[in-house]
Structures are given as structure tokens and as C-alpha cells.
């Protein structure tokens, strides 16, 4: 035995000293508690906020041209692309032919692609037209650039939502909804929290739209059989500015209201919000 204890600390001494020669450290490995090792800190990300902002400024000038303003527009193009780029085309790939009017644009997306590059998706209205464009960025602490031409890219394209099996209607439920619906509407247009409240169910908490559009009408209107709560869609035709004649102006909004039948017959609006019922189901 004593020989055996001799020899485990003659090989333990060992391999303390071939260690402090060698400098080796040991291997990082999880506690036995299961804890993970200390990650890395990563370094600083894609300032996409400031990208987002710097490619819409940019998009007001690039998506801007006639020959009456290209030197006015390549002045302000040569606040967003290098110096050695705007030297050699200062119209940024415009040919000085034609003209581009842009009417909206907004950032559908952002593409980071390292700390320092990206590629900010643009969706915009020009000439009446929906264009895509990505617009490829560099940044490097607080500045930033336009590092190439942007890529004109495929608008979304339309898709067909899936058909809803229509719900069996409550004719009864439905007559009486149509004929009490209309005056929440009117008090839902005029925002008069007041009169709004008299339709609301105990603990109902609905704000109106301030009248921004008055009520026309009701376009139509979907009760499926249930119990005493109800969610059923409705169509109501607003009339617009106020304008309260035959000529007046009038938009189709279609909403899903949450109804709940009190004793007495009567219902009252628990909810209503925007309606993601197709066309045609309601």
C-alpha cells in the first residue's frame, strides 16, 4: 500500500510540474449543476433603426428625377453615396431620360447581413405604380452610406385567403341585431361616449371615432346560432367628412363584433374590432 501511495504522488507531482512548464490551462467544461459556460459577449449589431431612416431619406431623392432637376438631384444624392462613386456617376445610374414622381414609400424590411452591412427592403408608389427596391447600406459607428445601386425586386404578389365554411345564420337573432345596430353605429361615428355607453355590456370599454364619418347604413350583417354571446360580422357603409347626402361619399367597413343577449331580448356590444372575415363570407 505504501508503495501504490508513493507512486499516485509521484505522478500527481508530475503532472502539476510538466503543467507550470508547458503553461497549459485546463479545458472549460459545465459544472456539474448542468450551468453553461460564460458566453462570448457579441460585438455591436447593424444599427437598423438608423439604416431604416438613412434609406428613406434616401429613397426621396433617388426615386425623384427629370431632366429639369438632375443637378439639383445629384447634389443631394452626393449626401448619400461615396465620394468615389458620385465622381463618376452622379445621377447614381439615372440615364437623364424621363421622370420618376415618387407618391409613398415605407421599409418592408431589413436584411442585416454583418455589423456593418445590410439591405433595407423599400415598398414604394411611383408614377402609380407599387415598386420594390433593396438599398444596400454600410455603416460604421454613426456614419453610414448607400454602398451600391439599389436592386429593383418583386412586388408582393396578390394571394386568394382560404374560403370559410359559412355558419349556420339565427334569422330571429339577426332580425333583432338589424333593427338596434344601427343606433350603436351612429353613436360608434359621433365618439359621444355618452350615448356609446347605452350599447356597451357591464364592463365593456369601447371609444368611438370622434366624428371622423357619420353613419350611412348597414351593408350587411352575419349571426351564427349560438348562445348568449355571440361573435357575428357586420358591414357598414360610413359616409365620409360629415357630408350627409345622396351624393356623398361612402366607405364599406366591415367589423367583428362580440354581442352578448341580456334578458329582455335586447344585446349589447361587448367588443368590435377590424374584421379578418374574406370578401364573400360575410
Known sequence: MRIVLWAAILIIGYRGISAIVLNETPSSTSSGNGAAATPVPSGPSFPVPLGSAYALQFGQVYLNFSPNNATARARELAAFIPANVRALQPQFGWNGA??????????????????HTAVVTILATVNGSLIEIG?????SGRGIVVSGEPAWLPTPSVVSPP?????????????ALASQLPAFFQAYASGDQATLNRFLAPGASVGGLGGAVSFGSIASITVPRGGATRDITVTVNWVLYGQVSQAAP?????????????????????????????????
Not at 374560403?163 to 332580425?175: G, M
Open 98 to 115: 424621363g421622370t420618376m414622381q415618387l407618391e409613398s414609400e415605407q421599409v418592408a424590411g431589413v436584411d442585416a447581413r454583418s455589423a
Open 135 to 139: 438599398v444596400p447600406l454600410y455603416a
Open 163 to 175: 374560403n370559410s365554411p359559412a355558419a349556420a345564420s339565427d334569422p330571429a337573432a339577426q332580425s
Open 250 to 282: 361612402q366607405l364599406a367597413a366591415t367589423y367583428d363584433v362580440s354581442v352578448i343577449d341580456q334578458p329582455g331580448g335586447r344585446w349589447y356590444v361587448r367588443e368590435i374590432r377590424a374584421s379578418t372575415q374574406p370578401m364573400g363570407t360575410q
